[in-house]
């Protein structure tokens, strides 16, 4: 399953998306973001996967700003993290 | 005493054709949205009693009204039922629930149910949020995309729009329709300045039925952006308050080009309708019906 956690606004679309087919359960995301966004739970088929947390689902865009400077945009930790490359952000 | 256009209409259903005390797997699913609560009861796989009404201020009262309401005339009590499963936004707060399941699961197991195997994509578009869901032939969600930041595209829009321009909500789809040419959407998508856009159309002299147009085309686009981001594989369903909107409906599907699935019940139960669902899966897993 494909979860999209995130909005869309007047300013743009701010989606992380967690293919949850792909997810392993191995929390190394968990541990790489700055600013604590995600987390592991189990969903409501029983797997166990990362998910974007409740409180940062309407504020995406500024939770994750410091890894998204204007310029020279280094690898996204949660992205690099992921082996299997379950993680990706629309933005 | 002023009138409230955005006031809907309560009610509850039962099916004549079925007596429960012949029910070995009676299970209940109460969804408790932002705006309306549903409460959905099961028999051995079918479907039995509802109602719907508007959520009140304490989540927990509005689950219970709403499974008193569909239990009424019924006989039946919750000591019959073996498993209740609440979902929605106050899925924690249904005191009588053995489990909660996000409102997203719920709606994918409900929209299969009421329109068939064969729906691949729902579009739920609730009192406060909209959902696109992409499930398989089982109704298991595969993909879904949830926008609950905004107003903009959900009933609670279309109560303003009720209450502004004055017209029973029910009858908004109907009216849009009833316009010499189609006016270009209003700009906003934010349901605020929508309305303010919509004042300053109304002073300028247009009609009331051009302005609902306006905002009902609004509407639809907007929701397509976020269909468009999941992407729409058929059949395609909708779900939710808005489904009984023609005027959003038949626009909606107009830039999408596609043709919407006919519901085989009412549209704001789908939700209530999954969680009673995965109540009656739920209830022979854990022992609990009779054999």
């Known amino acids: 399953m494909k979860a999209n956690y995130g909005y869309h606004d007047g300013s743009g679309d701010f989606f992380i998306t967690i293919d949850?087919?792909?997810?392993?359960?191995?929390?190394?995301?968990?541990?790489?973001?700055?600013?604590?966004?995600?987390?592991?739970?189990?969903?409501?088929?029983?797997?166990?996967?990362?998910a974007v947390k409740d409180e940062h689902r309407k504020k995406i865009k500024y939770s994750c700003a410091e890894c998204k400077p204007v310029d020279e945009q280094p690898p996204l930790p949660c992205v690099a993290a992921c082996e299997p490359g379950a993680i990706t952000h629309s933005w | 005493m002023t009138t409230e256009y955005w006031r809907w209409k309560e009610y509850n259903w039962k099916n004549p054709d079925i007596d429960w005390k012949d029910a070995k797997n009676i299970t209940v699913g109460v969804d408790v949205g932002s705006v309306s609560s549903q409460a959905v009861i099961m028999t051995d796989g079918e479907l039995y009693a509802y109602s719907n009404m508007r959520t009140g201020s304490d989540s927990p009262e509005s689950a219970e009204n709403a499974l008193d309401w569909a239990l009424k005339d019924t006989g039946m009590t919750l000591d019959n039922i073996l498993y209740a499963v609440g979902t929605g936004y106050g899925r924690v707060?249904?005191?009588?629930?053995?489990?909660?399941?996000?409102?997203?699961?719920?709606?994918?197991?409900?929209?299969?149910?009421?329109?068939?195997?064969?729906?691949?994509t729902i579009l739920d578009m609730g009192g406060q949020d909209c959902k696109v869901i992409q499930v398989d032939e089982k109704g298991k969600v595969q993909e879904f995309l949830m926008n609950d930041k905004c107003a903009a595209g959900t009933g609670r829009g279309m109560e303003v729009f009720a209450d502004l321009l004055e017209i029973p909500i029910e009858d908004i789809g109907e009216l849009s329709f009833q316009v010499d040419e189609e006016p270009e959407p209003v700009s906003s998508t934010c349901v605020i300045f929508a309305k303010t856009e919509a004042t300053g159309l109304l002073r300028q002299g247009w009609p009331k039925n051009d302005v609902l147009a306006a905002y009902c085309s609004a509407m639809a686009l907007r929701v397509v952006a976020l269909i468009e981001r999941v992407g729409v594989e058929e059949d395609f369903a909708i779900t939710g308050g808005i489904a009984k909107n023609a005027g959003v409906v038949k626009r909606l599907t107009g830039y999408l080009n596609l043709e919407a699935l006919q519901p085989k019940h009412d549209t704001q139960i789908a939700g209530a309708l999954g969680g009673a669902l995965f109540a009656q899966t739920l209830a022979v897993k854990e022992g609990k019906v009779p054999s």
């Open chain 1, 20 to 50: 949850s087919n792909l997810c392993t359960g191995c929390v190394e995301c968990i541990s790489s973001c700055p600013a604590d966004v995600l987390e592991m739970i189990t969903d409501d088929y029983d797997d166990v996967v990362a």
């Open chain 2, 93 to 120: 707060n249904v005191p009588f629930a053995d489990r909660a399941i996000t409102e997203i699961a719920c709606h994918g197991r409900g929209a299969n149910f009421m329109y068939g195997p064969t729906v691949r």
